[in-house]
C-alpha cells in the first residue's frame, strides 16, 4: 500500500450555486457555511494510508464507540488558499502545516499523515472548490483537516483505525472587517497547558478547555483571553487562538519579542512566517519570556509602543486594552499599530501574488480539467 495514495473522484450532487457561494463568503460568520466537497483518507495497522478520495461534503458514518469520540484522541489544522485569478488559486505554506499536524498526531499517538498526501488532498479540494475562494484582502478559502482515531474500541490503547478529513469554508477576517485593535483578558484562574502536557498540539481538548475562560473574558468585555504559565501563573504564553508580539521603541529601531515555543504554547505557522518578515524588513526579533506585570510597567513607561497576535484565521491583530486582575491598561493610543500595519501589508502582498515569494511560501494551485 502506498504512504501517499493518490486522491480520487466519487461524484455526488453538488448543491451549492455560484451566487451562494459569494453570499456566503460575504454573510456568515466563521466555519459556518462548507464548500461543497472534502477529501477522506483512512488508515489502519494492517493496510497503512488508503482509501483517498475527494466526495461530496456530507455526513460521517461513525460508530458511536469510536475512539476519538470518548478519549480524545484527535487533532486538526488551519490554513488558507487565496484568490489569484479565476483559475488559479494560492495556498500559503501547506507543507508546513502538514509538519505540524504530523507532530499533533505524534504527541496523540496518531499515525501520521505523509506530506505528500497532505499536499494531495489540499490540490484536489481547492482545485475541485475553486469558485469558493472569495476575492478581497480580508478573505479566503479556509482549510480544515482533521485527524481523528474511528476505530470502534474502548479500550485505553490507541487506536488501529483512524480517519482523516480535510473540509473548507469561505471566510473573511476573524474579528470582522475594519481592522481594530482588540481587548484581551488575563486569565488568572484557569491555565491552557502544563509542562510535558500537550499545549505545543494542535488537538481538541485545548480547546475545548479553553471555553470557560473565553466566556470569562468575553463577560468582562474582551475579545480574547491571554493565557498564563501553568506553574507561576506570571509568564505570559498565548491568546485564545494566537501568538502574541510585543514592539518596543519605533521605526526602523523597533524590536519585537515574542514568547520562547517551550512546550506549552502552540508553534504558529504565521508566528514563523512573521519572525522572518520582521527580520527580512531589518527589524530585530528576539524570543524571550514576559511576566504580565512586566507587559503593564513597560506599557504605562511608553516602552512598549504596540502589541499585535497573529494566527491563520486572524492574520495580524492589533491588541489595544488588556484586562488584568489589578485593572486594565492601554497600549500606546489603544489603536492598531504602526508594525503591525506593516506586517499585515507585506503578508497580504505574499498572499495575492503581489509581492516576492522568496521563500516558496505559496503553493499554487490551477483548475486544470474536471
Given at each position: 500500500?502506498?504512504?501517499?495514495?493518490?486522491?480520487?473522484?466519487?461524484?455526488?450532487?453538488?448543491?451549492?450555486?455560484?451566487?451562494?457561494?459569494?453570499?456566503?463568503?460575504?454573510?456568515?460568520?466563521?466555519?459556518?457555511?462548507?464548500?461543497?466537497?472534502?477529501?477522506?483518507?483512512?488508515?489502519?495497522?494492517?493496510?497503512?494510508?488508503?482509501?483517498?478520495?475527494?466526495?461530496?461534503?456530507?455526513?460521517?458514518?461513525?460508530?458511536?464507540?469510536?475512539?476519538?469520540?470518548?478519549?480524545?484522541?484527535?487533532?486538526?489544522?488551519?490554513?488558507?488558499?487565496?484568490?489569484?485569478?479565476?483559475?488559479?488559486?494560492?495556498?500559503?505554506?501547506?507543507?508546513?502545516?502538514?509538519?505540524?499536524?504530523?507532530?499533533?498526531?505524534?504527541?496523540?499517538?496518531?499515525?501520521?499523515?505523509?506530506?505528500?498526501?497532505?499536499?494531495?488532498?489540499?490540490?484536489?479540494?481547492?482545485?475541485?472548490?475553486?469558485?469558493?475562494?472569495?476575492?478581497?484582502?480580508?478573505?479566503?478559502?479556509?482549510?480544515?483537516?482533521?485527524?481523528?482515531?474511528?476505530?470502534?474500541?474502548?479500550?485505553?490503547?490507541?487506536?488501529?483505525?483512524?480517519?482523516?478529513?480535510?473540509?473548507?469554508?469561505?471566510?473573511?477576517?476573524?474579528?470582522?472587517?475594519?481592522?481594530?485593535?482588540?481587548?484581551?483578558?488575563?486569565?488568572?484562574?484557569?491555565?491552557?497547558?502544563?509542562?510535558?502536557?500537550t499545549g505545543a498540539a494542535k488537538c481538541g481538548g485545548n480547546y475545548a478547555g479553553a471555553y470557560l475562560a473565553q466566556g470569562a473574558a468575553a463577560k468582562r468585555g474582551a475579545d480574547q483571553v491571554v493565557w498564563l504559565d501553568a506553574v507561576e501563573r506570571r509568564w505570559v504564553e498565548e491568546l485564545g487562538g494566537m501568538n502574541l508580539f510585543f514592539v518596543y521603541g519605533e521605526g526602523?529601531?523597533?524590536?519585537?519579542?515574542?514568547?520562547?515555543?517551550?512546550?506549552?504554547?502552540?508553534?504558529?505557522?504565521?508566528?514563523?512566517?512573521?519572525?522572518?518578515?520582521?527580520?527580512?524588513?531589518?527589524?530585530?526579533?528576539?524570543?524571550?519570556?514576559?511576566?504580565?506585570?512586566?507587559?503593564?510597567?513597560?506599557?504605562?513607561?511608553?516602552?512598549?509602543?504596540?502589541?499585535?497576535?497573529?494566527?491563520?484565521?486572524?492574520?495580524?491583530?492589533?491588541?489595544?486594552?488588556?484586562?488584568?486582575?489589578?485593572?486594565?491598561?492601554?497600549?500606546?493610543?489603544?489603536?492598531?499599530?504602526?508594525?503591525?500595519?506593516?506586517?499585515?501589508?507585506?503578508?497580504?502582498?505574499?498572499?495575492?501574488?503581489?509581492?516576492?515569494?522568496?521563500?516558496?511560501?505559496c503553493h499554487l494551485v490551477d483548475r486544470g480539467t474536471r
Amino acid at each position: 500500500m502506498s504512504e501517499a495514495p493518490d486522491v480520487l473522484l466519487r461524484p455526488g450532487p453538488v448543491p451549492a450555486l455560484a451566487g451562494q457561494r459569494q453570499r456566503a463568503a460575504a454573510d456568515t460568520a466563521f466555519g459556518e457555511v462548507f464548500a461543497d466537497h472534502m477529501v477522506t483518507a483512512r488508515w489502519t495497522v494492517a493496510d497503512g494510508w488508503h482509501d483517498a478520495a475527494l466526495e461530496p461534503f456530507a455526513p460521517l458514518e461513525l460508530s458511536p464507540a469510536a475512539v476519538g469520540l470518548h478519549y480524545g484522541q484527535s487533532v486538526f489544522e488551519g490554513f488558507k488558499a487565496y484568490h489569484r485569478t479565476p483559475d488559479r488559486a494560492a495556498v500559503f505554506r501547506p507543507t508546513a502545516h502538514a509538519r505540524r499536524l504530523a507532530a499533533s498526531a505524534r504527541r496523540m499517538a496518531l499515525p501520521e499523515i505523509p506530506s505528500g498526501l497532505f499536499v494531495a488532498a489540499t490540490e484536489a479540494l481547492v482545485r475541485q472548490d475553486m469558485d469558493w475562494i472569495p476575492e478581497g484582502d480580508d478573505r479566503s478559502l479556509y482549510l480544515r483537516p482533521v485527524l481523528f482515531a474511528s476505530e470502534a474500541h474502548l479500550a485505553l490503547r490507541p487506536a488501529r483505525a483512524c480517519l482523516f478529513v480535510l473540509l473548507a469554508f469561505p471566510t473573511g477576517n476573524f474579528f470582522g472587517a475594519g481592522g481594530r485593535a482588540v481587548t484581551v483578558a488575563a486569565s488568572e484562574e484557569y491555565v491552557r497547558a502544563a509542562p510535558g502536557g500537550t499545549g505545543a498540539a494542535k488537538c481538541g481538548g485545548n480547546y475545548a478547555g479553553a471555553y470557560l475562560a473565553q466566556g470569562a473574558a468575553a463577560k468582562r468585555g474582551a475579545d480574547q483571553v491571554v493565557w498564563l504559565d501553568a506553574v507561576e501563573r506570571r509568564w505570559v504564553e498565548e491568546l485564545g487562538g494566537m501568538n502574541l508580539f510585543f514592539v518596543y521603541g519605533e521605526g526602523d529601531s523597533a524590536e519585537l519579542r515574542t514568547p520562547p515555543l517551550t512546550g506549552t504554547i502552540l508553534p504558529g505557522v504565521t508566528r514563523d512566517t512573521l519572525i522572518t518578515l520582521a527580520r527580512d524588513l531589518g527589524l530585530r526579533v528576539t524570543e524571550a519570556h514576559m511576566a504580565l506585570d512586566r507587559w503593564r510597567e513597560d506599557c504605562v513607561a511608553g516602552r512598549i509602543t504596540e502589541v499585535f497576535a497573529c494566527g491563520t484565521a486572524a492574520r495580524v491583530t492589533s491588541v489595544g486594552r488588556v484586562l488584568g486582575a489589578d485593572g486594565p491598561w492601554t497600549i500606546g493610543d489603544g489603536l492598531p499599530g504602526p508594525v503591525a500595519g506593516r506586517l499585515s501589508v507585506e503578508l497580504a502582498a505574499i498572499h495575492r501574488g503581489e509581492a516576492a515569494d522568496p521563500y516558496g511560501w505559496c503553493h499554487l494551485v490551477d483548475r486544470g480539467t474536471r
